[in-house]
């Protein structure tokens, strides 16, 4: 078979729909997850360029779900050598405006999405992946300036990025570079009705470019990271927010 053999999460729409498609593009075969947009995933599937690429559906936050899916992955597309951990969810929940249980249930689904989630995909992952083998998770600058809105949001993304470099180490002696994209705010149709007017003015002028980013912008930072040329960059965390946010 031509080509690598790569599972995107979330890639049925938005950020993981433009990361499938590159991969496409370059050539690789991809396994396309969903968590309940089968019509979106196909759809996606059969617009890629190329041949061989699956949809495959799970929970993240169900860890024996999360192992049927690697596996049925793997076997579809003889391995994985690429994984990108980019299926995620943010709750609106204040601690100054949710009640307790709502505050528990927040940071519950959250963190089984997606940290705990991720963390349990790479476990199966890496079962089925050789020396060579890449791992980037998506991220994003939430995780270093905060969440006011969505701190359950912050905090697993913080945790991702202490994941992918403590994997960074520990999988190097195999071969596997573990790197991560943290993204600001981009332009996709799950954000169009934040960036609308005045919210939207407010969020574009966090960056001196005077916009947000695109979703093909995130998926090139991807590519690279899952190239062969990116052993070295293993435990590195790429910013792509477009200055609206610098951390030293």
């Known amino acids: 078979m031509s080509g690598r053999a790569v599972l995107v999460t979330g890639a049925s729409r938005g950020i993981g729909r433009a990361i499938a498609t590159a991969f496409a ?6 396994a396309i997850h969903h968590r309940g947009s089968a019509d979106l995933a196909v759809r996606l599937r059969d617009e890629l360029p190329g041949d061989g690429h699956v949809v495959v559906q799970a929970d993240i936050a169900d860890p ?17 050598d690429v994984l990108v951990n980019n299926a995620g969810v943010f709750f609106h929940h204040p601690i100054t405006e949710v ?5 528990q249930a927040a940071w519950r689904e959250t963190l089984d999405t997606n940290l705990v989630g991720a963390a349990n995909l790479t476990w199966c992952a890496v079962r089925h992946m050789r020396r060579g083998g890449r791992i980037v998770n998506v991220s994003s600058r939430g995780a270093f300036r905060g969440e006011p809105e969505g701190p359950a949001y912050g905090a697993s993304k913080a945790g991702l990025n202490a994941l992918g470099q403590s994997l960074a180490i520990a999988l190097a002696p195999h071969g596997i570079s573990v790197g991560t994209v943290a993204p600001g705010f981009v ?21 001196p470019f005077g916009r947000v980013g ?10 690279y990271l899952a190239s062969p040329a990116a052993e070295w960059a293993t435990g590195s965390i790429i910013d792509l927010n477009g200055a609206s946010y610098l951390r030293t």
């Open 187 to 207: 332009q996709t149709d799950m954000t169009n009705e934040h960036l609308k007017p005045p919210r939207g003015d407010a969020i574009r002028a966090q960056s």
């Open 214 to 223: 695109l979703p093909e912008e995130i998926a090139a930072a991807v590519l």
């Open 99 to 103: 009640s307790y249980e709502e505050w």
């Open 25 to 30: 593009a370059a050539g690789d075969r991809v």
């Open 64 to 80: 024996g779900q999360v192992r049927r899916m690697a596996d049925e992955a793997a076997e579809a597309l003889g391995g994985i």
